[in-house]
């Protein structure tokens, strides 16, 4: 872990934190809640996929230092028995005070919680690349190959194994639809013309077996 404490100090002190000491122990912090045993897809496999995205665009972005403290704090509060968008607004809030207490510039700050909160729905207003970059690293896994989107899949189900099989399938088909209804899921051109047709075609497909009788 020792190269995602690295990319984490290293995003913090770009962003203007003073508290170099306390940099260490909230890295080790925000790895411990991506380790939660109850995650099973929202792990540091996605976190550090998400950064990779990240710093490969990263010439995309305005402030890629803020879009890279966001990475690390969409998903920081992941509890999936939470209702609505409580745990983009919780992990918002995590971000806010502990960038806060790193003496992170209070407008960087904002604006970290503002990249964390548009997680909940994927809606990027256009001319928003920091907000773009983010949102096509957080789905990148739609347009994977259809073995690999499976997999993902199937992890999601392991995170929501309390909800009975009935409910998760209308509770996942109603997230697919809404991703569906998105004028594009990826905002970046180089991004969208790799991903769309691929994550749309991912996202019908299990759309179709979660709404087909078992």
Do not use: I, K
């Not at 002190?13 to 809640?33: E, F, I, K, S, Y």
């Not at 920081?76 to 005070?97: F, I, K, T």
């Amino acid at each position: 872990m020792t190269d995602l404490l690295d990319r984490w100090r290293a995003a913090a002190r770009a962003a203007g934190a003073t508290d170099v000491v306390g940099l260490t122990d909230a890295g080790h912090q925000m790895l411990g809640r991506w380790r939660e045993p109850h995650r099973h897809y929202h792990t540091v496999e996605h976190l550090t996929a998400v950064l990779d995205v990240v710093d490969a665009y990263a010439g995309s972005a305005t402030r890629p230092d803020l879009v890279r403290l966001a990475a690390w704090c969409h998903d920081a509060v992941y509890d999936p028995r939470a209702a609505g968008d409580a745990n983009e607004r919780d992990s918002a809030d995590l971000a806010g005070r502990l960038l806060g207490g790193l003496g992170v510039p209070a407008d960087a700050v904002a604006e970290v919680r503002r990249l964390v909160l548009l997680t909940a729905g994927h809606a990027v207003a256009p001319g928003d690349a920091d907000g773009g970059l983010l949102c096509d690293a957080d789905l990148a896994v739609l347009a994977a190959p259809p073995p690999a989107y499976d997999r993902y899949a199937a992890a999601v189900r392991r995170e929501y194994a309390h909800v009975p099989e009935p409910d998760f399938r209308a509770g996942r088909a109603r997230v697919l639809d809404g991703l569906l209804a998105l004028p594009a899921l990826f905002h970046l051109p180089p991004l969208a013309r790799r991903w769309e047709s691929a994550a749309r075609a991912n996202l019908t497909r299990e759309l179709t077996t979660l709404t087909t009788a078992p």
